[in-house]
């Protein structure tokens, strides 16, 4: 490695990069430019036939990339319920990165698979689980879902005496799946990637907050799976998880508690009410990087029956050291081969502790608050109860929505996405981000109702 090509400098110049986009990234426009968008077209090369410095492919990443980048790690980005990532969190990410660690095996990479643990056993306590569930670390809360949903898949299958990991769905006895009229599409994809079909569950009719009205679920008869729901996409409404408990456990019904974001209401004493009893299902699954603030894959399912999820994820071959005293992260994860992404969140948690947890979920609902609020104040609608970290505001009619939406996006001082909510059009505030302070709140409300009102 010559000297201009060597580590040392290539790591530092990306780190003195990355630190500079981020701070740009508080003040500059939340969408990058129509320019600079258009300049991305540049990386767009037949495979080069030969060799690139290092320092100059990271110097076209860079000039390209970052202007091009959406500032969604910034505090004004208010499109998906998808956080940001703390300082901490990064750090942390990049060092794991250069330990590149294979998290497959503690007998291996037992420092990775200890923090692991660690980060597995605080959420357990923080979100008030069973110490003894299986946890898998995974990509997003669409594989925790999944991962959730097939130990479900196994264990109920298991009650009635068919092995669905050795023989399979072909002949296998019918199985029901219950879930409500809004649950988030992640979890059909999950069910048709279980080879359930999309299609197939019994949908159960949900109120005005896209709540399940637990008054109207079936009669459990036979292997059933029900999947609820913690924070809705749009509402951000909880489902009366212990009630569908109390209604569908005793006939043996398995219940899965879908909380990508909204699980994290346990980290409040002020909020955790919204999660009362959601403790009684059987699995639950979140995400690490939408309100833990952690870099992206980064998702979560906990199983209170951990051998079910060992049934449905793990694997052996004669070259791997599995057979072990310790947790091995590869008995409940569908990867074999994977980051140690468990590092992440132990960084934050460590960090925040019980109290800073708290704080950042609370501060992201209080500033939910003051969106509705200001919008409200300036005379416009608001359609969901605001219970969480989501506001849905309507500026008028379809036409005016989009927009004002479209307005703002060009606008850059903050970024909103578009929705409907049961049949009307509106726009969707998701504030997760643990940098988001009052002021960007009032900096967005001042940019949103100048354009509302340009407008209608
Ligand atoms: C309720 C719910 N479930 C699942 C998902 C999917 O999460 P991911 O994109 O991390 O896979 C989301 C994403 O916003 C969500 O809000």
Request: aromatic share 8%.
């Amino acid at each position: 490695m010559s000297k201009d090509n060597s580590q040392r400098s290539l790591l530092e110049d990306a780190a003195r990069r990355s630190i500079l986009y981020r701070e740009q990234s508080v003040d500059r426009s939340v969408a990058p430019s129509a320019d600079a968008v258009a300049r991305v077209e540049e990386l767009i090369e037949p495979m080069p036939a030969t060799r690139t410095p290092d320092r100059e492919v990271l110097e076209l990443l860079d000039r390209v990339g970052s202007p091009a980048a959406m500032a969604m790690t910034g505090p004004r980005f208010f499109g998906f319920v998808i956080g940001g990532s703390m300082p901490v969190a990064v750090a942390s990410n990049w060092l794991a990165t250069a330990w590149d660690q294979n998290s497959v095996m503690h007998e291996v990479t037992a420092a990775t698979a200890t923090l692991e643990r660690v980060a597995m056993n605080w959420m357990l306590d923080l979100f008030g689980l069973p110490a003894d569930s299986g946890v898998a670390f995974v990509t997003g809360a669409t594989v925790a879902n999944f991962t959730a949903i097939a130990a479900a898949r196994s264990r109920v299958y298991a009650d009635v005496g068919w092995d669905v990991e050795a023989n399979g769905l072909i002949g296998a006895p019918p199985l029901t799946i219950i879930l409500g009229e809004e649950t988030h599409p992640t979890v059909f994809k999950s069910l048709g990637m279980l080879g359930f079909g999309r299609e197939t569950a019994i949908r159960v009719p949900v109120d005005r907050q896209g709540r399940m009205d637990a008054t109207q679920l079936p009669r459990i008869e036979g292997p059933t799976i029900v999947c609820t729901q913690a924070g809705n996409i749009n509402t951000g409404a909880f489902d009366p998880v212990a009630d569908i408990c109390d209604a569908v456990k005793p006939a043996g019904a398995w219940v899965h508690v879908d909380g990508a974001f909204g699980l994290w209401a346990t980290a409040s004493p002020r909020l955790e009410h919204l999660c009362a009893g959601f403790q009684a299902a059987d699995s639950w699954a979140t995400d690490a990087h939408k309100w833990l603030n952690v870099p992206y894959d980064s998702g979560v399912a906990f199983v209170r029956d951990a051998l079910s999820l060992k049934a449905a994820m793990s694997v052996t071959a004669a070259y791997l050291m599995t057979e072990s005293d310790f947790r091995n992260p590869s008995d409940y994860t569908p990867e074999l081969s994977r980051r140690a992404r468990g590092v992440d969140v132990w960084a934050v948690l460590k960090s925040l502790g019980r109290e800073g947890a708290a704080e950042m979920v609370e501060r992201c609902c209080q500033n939910a608050k003051r969106f509705a609020d200001g919008l409200q104040a300036a005379g416009f609608e608001v359609l969901n109860d605001v219970v969480l970290n989501q506001v849905l505001v309507s500026f008028g009619d379809d036409a005016a929505n989009r927009k004002i939406i479209a307005d703002i996006q060009k606008d850059g001082t903050c970024w909103c996405g578009s929705t409907v909510w049961q049949g009307r059009s509106a726009m969707r505030i998701s504030v997760c981000n643990w940098s988001t302070t009052e002021a960007d709140v009032d900096m967005s409300l001042d940019a949103i109702l100048a354009i509302a009102a340009r407008t209608v």
